[in-house]
């Protein structure tokens, strides 16, 4: 148990549908990230919040949306994905920028 | 060519049997992470550190930053151990940069 929980843990999804994910932390942590692992990749940066406030956008598609509503909880919004965006999403927090990340469980996405 | 080499890519092993697992780098960096990985996806931290070496239980980790590299070396390996262990590096404007990972597996 890391202290950052992501819902759900796995997702089928078709590629006209809208689901979203979410991230919860209790470690009272100011950054939280989105990252994206493809199969044989190393892990990929999407987006960064730093005190609510995104703060980078790693060149994400359009088709992933961020939203950070408070600094417990950070979601994924997702519409139109292609199959190619199949992967483990995984959410992390930081106390700030520069320390130790605590991550989620992933969320093991499929689209079809 | 990835800015985070890790080697090797595949390790298997016996129960008991002391592992090495390295990680060189080619940017300036703020501090270097050693992670695990398990199958079910979630990522657990082990070691963060930006000198010397570090030890938790059977795991050590070292760093030389001269020569940009890193090792992490488990003792008396166990079964439990097998997972992915993934070495990121922290570089400018504070950005984790990840290696792909090296697959472990320990067989009893």
């Known amino acids: 148990e890391t202290g950052v929980t992501q819902t759900p843990r796995h997702l089928v999804m078709g590629m006209t549908n809208k689901k979203s994910l979410k991230c919860e932390q209790h470690l009272g942590h100011n950054a939280m990230y989105w990252y994206k692992q493809s199969a044989k990749k190393p892990l990929e940066l999407m987006f960064v919040?730093?005190?609510?406030?995104?703060?980078e956008n790693n060149s994400v598609p359009s088709r992933f949306s961020p939203e950070c509503p408070n600094s417990s909880h950070l979601f994924l919004h997702l519409h139109t994905l292609q199959p190619e965006d199949s992967a483990l999403y995984l959410c992390?927090?930081?106390?700030?920028?520069?320390?130790?990340?605590?991550f989620g469980q992933g969320t093991r996405l499929t689209v079809v | 060519k990835n800015e985070v080499e890790q080697s090797p890519q595949n390790l298997t092993a016996q129960e008991g049997e002391f592992i090495t697992i390295n990680c060189s780098y080619s940017?300036?960096?703020?501090?270097l992470h050693w992670l695990q990985q398990h199958p079910g996806g979630g990522i657990v931290s082990l070691f963060m550190l930006s000198s010397g070496k570090k030890k938790h239980g059977r795991l050590i980790a070292t760093i030389n930053i001269q020569e940009k590299h890193s090792s992490l070396h488990i003792t008396a390996s166990h079964p439990r151990d097998s997972a992915v262990y993934i070495c990121a590096v922290r570089g400018h404007g504070d950005k984790l940069i990840f290696g792909t990972g090296t697959r472990l597996q320990v067989f009893p």
């Open positions: 992390a927090t930081t106390r700030d920028r520069s320390t130790e990340a605590f």
């Open positions: 940017v300036g960096i703020s501090a």
């Open positions: 919040y730093n005190f609510k406030e995104q703060t």
